[in-house]
């Protein structure tokens, strides 16, 4: 866009511009803004109804982040000629890094930029139009760091309105309880999350989840025996759920229980087949039970889908002690070499 | 070993000395008569009893001992470490005494150069001789203890470093280390100076085993970070709190050998030890994989653990990660505090509990032959109990006497203010014992103990009944007594005049040694659980690889065994 308009600018441009304008872009590129400046605020002199000439100097003031010298000129193109979608984006980045986010909203809508459109409308309260322009700038940047952190602040304010919302109509419903127990825990609040849970349970007690957030509570601070007791309740209520069967699974192994583990976790692999944590946990007891072939496969499955997690490090680390146990040494030294290279590139 | 041993059995054998300790058959009656008995015998304060459990909480007459810590505002990390204690019959009058560690005093902040006060009474280390009805009397003075130096008080180890029968003790520091020899009168001199073993930095638990079977009992001493009390940084948002080991560098262990005449060589590096560094903190030996050396285990704190094979040559190659007990079963590091190294399945090979933080699960290494372990925590049932503790000292012992260790560990977390950082755990920790049932482990109902910050353990049969007893330090107050009330079922035990020996009674066999646990020394008799056994049949591998057999031994005593020439 900004090529385009330097075109038609020095189409019309007496040599004296021409030189300035030259002068000021070879500055730019070379990144000495200050210069480039001082040129283009010339260009801006000679030819003050020039929208170009007002773009130019505002282009500059952004590169420089002089984003409160950059809105005069800006504003002026646009007054010019309400147009030039590059000075509407230009513009409404500038008023964006000064705050005004409202003012802005106008400006990156005609210049069609999603993503800090989506910022903007994020912090003038418009959360939900925020989500779905930030959710279509991510799918052409689908690793920016800044768009997933404000898809991560918006999708959070949108939950909070609607918890707020659930709060303020049913404050003793299960399912307030049930979401009040969920922020408790996040925060480490065991006992008051553990109370609002069972309020919740008291209210509805077959609602789904609340089981296995307590067991995960329980699981949390060790406390084994209770964290089977609500996965168990958890399976009877959502006797399809692969993960509270895998849960369960784990927490009889844990128990010392190989063969009701080994149970849980095959009805979970069969109701979601091939789930990384799944497969792990069903390794683990596959070894414990003595069966180290059907152990390796099962390991090896897991570290095909998570080659550089956490899950892929303990896949690892079983493995080696299932080679040594199988009497392959050069296959366990290879496994634990695998490992600690892992962990190096974690650190 | 064990099949050089069975051959052993096929050949004749010598006959043994059987040599009943001068008053014991007394003691050993009354301790028969039953669970009341026992502890009549025995004077004191019963402060908590029940009638089916067998461990006793007691307070003897004349232990009047409170730990000084010192806690400040400052969170010094030797402040929640400490400390030792040491069961010895140092005047070999065939009862165990008590010696306990202290701290010291730490100023809030503390003024270089440190003045821990050790001359003040309040922070002695103490001796508590056991007297003919079971009173103690604190001898620390008389014996020549009373002066530990300008340093804070960690450790104990206790064994017969120069062969005149008398039990030494060993006191590890931070700071310097003390090697006190037991002069045979009562009294004990302080020759760390000529010994050579004074090490210097931070020593935690130490122990005295023969590495090269030379007769002569050597001294490993654990050493646990590279901090320094001059340069404490502050650990802990919101809530300050005891740094976490990953801030501090490790540092390495210390090996002494014997080399007679009173003196020790430091071979740290020689024999392979220097060559790694770690945040040791407890240490215990054992013939893993029955090559008749000794090896050795050491717990390091956030960290891989540490297992030192001995090569026969003076050497020792760290082979933790090939045997299967660096980790645990996620392959993570855990915070390796004490350790157990003995068989707790009775399949002849010693395995390996070491305890460690909540949320970690006391971790717990089937020997399974050719020099590997298997994580067993899982199918033993120790994960589930222990989950949600924190374990220092430890020991496997049968303490009902039906034939298998059971398993008791002195608990509490390391950091005095865990309850703010994470609601579901707790500081003080009453100690736990979980029984062994045929290998799978269940916690022993022991109600109403007191939740206290248990650090190190001794173990041992205080009162000559045949059943096992413990002594727990308690961070900043007085140790708890356990005495054991024993049962009906049959024991033995065995004085042998070597540490290091391993000895076979049925399908069990135990190590004489007095390290392991935490900090810690323990009675360095061999005890047996026996059920309904009324005669046994003993084995003895001793370290210079002599094989001895008794056959029908009567049960039920305690038998002196000397080394056949």
Known sequence: MMGAVLLLFLLQVTPELKQHVEAGLKAKNAGDLDTAIREFQRVVEIAPEMPAAQVNLGAVYLAKKSYREAIPPLRRALELNPDLPGAHGMLGTALLALGYASESVSHLEKAGADDLLGVALLETGRTREAVDKLEAALEKRPDDPDLLYYLTQAQGRLSKQVFDRLRQRHPDAARTRQLLGDAHAATGNREAAEKDFR????????????????????????????????????????????????????????????????????????????????????????????????????????????????????????????????????????????????????? | MRGTLAQALLRAVPRLRLVPAPGRAERRREGRRGTLRACATFSGVAILAFATQSLELFRPTGIDFIHRHSPTAQKYLIETMGGGVALLDYNQDGRLDVFLVNGGKLGDPVKLPVHYERRDPAFWNRLYRQNPDGTFTDVTAAAGLADAGNNYGMGVAAGDYDNDGFPDLYVTNYGRNALYRNNGNG???????????????????????????????????????????????????????????????????????NVGGGRFRDVSAASGIAALKGKAL?????????????????????????????????????????????????????????????????????????TNLALEKYALYRNEGGGQFRYASLTSGLAAL???????????????????????????????????????????????????????????????????????????????DGYMDVVVS???????????????????????????????????????????????????????????????????????????????????????????P
């Open chain 2, 474 to 564: 308690v961070l900043g107050g007085p140790p708890l007594v356990f005495l054991n009330h024993g049962g009906k079922n049959h024991w033995l035990t065995l004085q042998l005049d070597r540490l290091g020996a391993r000895v076979k009674v049925g399908n069990q066999w135990a190590c004489a040694t007095t390290s392991g646990s935490y900090l810690s020394a323990g009675d360095p008799r061999v005890h047996f659980g026996l059920g309904s056994v009324q005669r046994a049949t003993v084995e003895i591998l001793w370290p210079g690889g002599k094989e001895q057999v008794l056959e029908n031994v009567p049960v039920d005593r305690i038998v002196t065994v000397k080394e056949p």
């Open chain 1, 199 to 347: 309020a919740a349970l008291e209210m509805r007690p077959d609602l789904r989840g609340v089981h296995f957030a307590l067991g995960e509570l329980f699981l949390g601070s060790g406390d084994y025996q209770g964290a089977e007791r609500e996965f168990r309740e958890e399976t009877k209520l959502a006797p399809g759920s692969a993960a509270a069967a895998c849960k369960l699974g784990a927490m009889l192994l844990n128990l010392g229980r190989i063969p009701d583990a080994l149970a849980e976790l095959r009805r979970a692999n069969a109701l979601e087949p091939d789930m990384p944590e799944t497969l792990l946990e069903l390794g683990k007891a596959t070894a414990a039970a003595g069966d180290l072939v059907p152990a390796e496969k099962l390991l090896r499955r897991v570290i095909e889908q998570e080659p550089a997690s956490a899950l892929g490090e303990s896949a690892h680390y079983q493995l080696a002690q299932i080679y040594r146990a199988l009497k392959r040494p050069a296959e366990a030294d290879r496994e634990m070499k695998m490992l600690q290279e892992m962990r190096k590139g974690r650190k």
């Open chain 2, 187 to 257: 009294k004990f001199t302080d020759v760390t100076a000529a010994a050579g073993v004074a090490a210097g930095g931070w020593s935690a638990s130490a122990g005295f085993f023969d590495y090269d079977r030379d007769g002569r009992l050597d001294l490993f001493v654990t050493r646990y970070l590279d901090w320094d009390i001059g340069r404490n940084i502050f650990c802990g948002t919101p809530f300050h709190s005891y740094c976490r080991p990953d801030k501090f560098g490790g540092v390495t262990s210390v090996l002494f050998h």
């Open chain 2, 386 to 464: 222990t989950a949600r503790s924190s374990g220092w000292g430890v020991g496997l012992y049968d303490f009902d006497n039906d034939g298998w260790k059971d398993l008791f560990v002195a608990q509490s977390h390391v950091l005095d203010n865990v309850e703010k950082i994470h609601s579901g755990l707790r500081y003080l920790e009453p100690p736990a014992l979980f029984r062994n049932a045929a290998g799978r482990f269940e916690k022993a109902d022991l109600p109403r103990l007191p939740s206290v910050a248990g650090r190190g353990a001794a173990f041992g049969d205080l009162n000559n």
């Open chain 2, 282 to 354: 407890g240490v215990a030996f054992e013939d893993y994989d029955g090559d008749g050396f000794a090896d050795i285990f050491v717990a390091n704190d956030g960290m891989e653990q540490f297992l030192f094979h001995n090569k026969t040559d003076g050497t020792f190659e760290e082979r933790a990660l090939e045997a299967g007990v660096a980790f645990s079963d996620d392959g993570k590091p855990f915070a390796g505090m004490g350790v157990a190294f003995a068989d707790y399945d009775n399949d002849g090979r010693p395995d390996i509990a070491v």
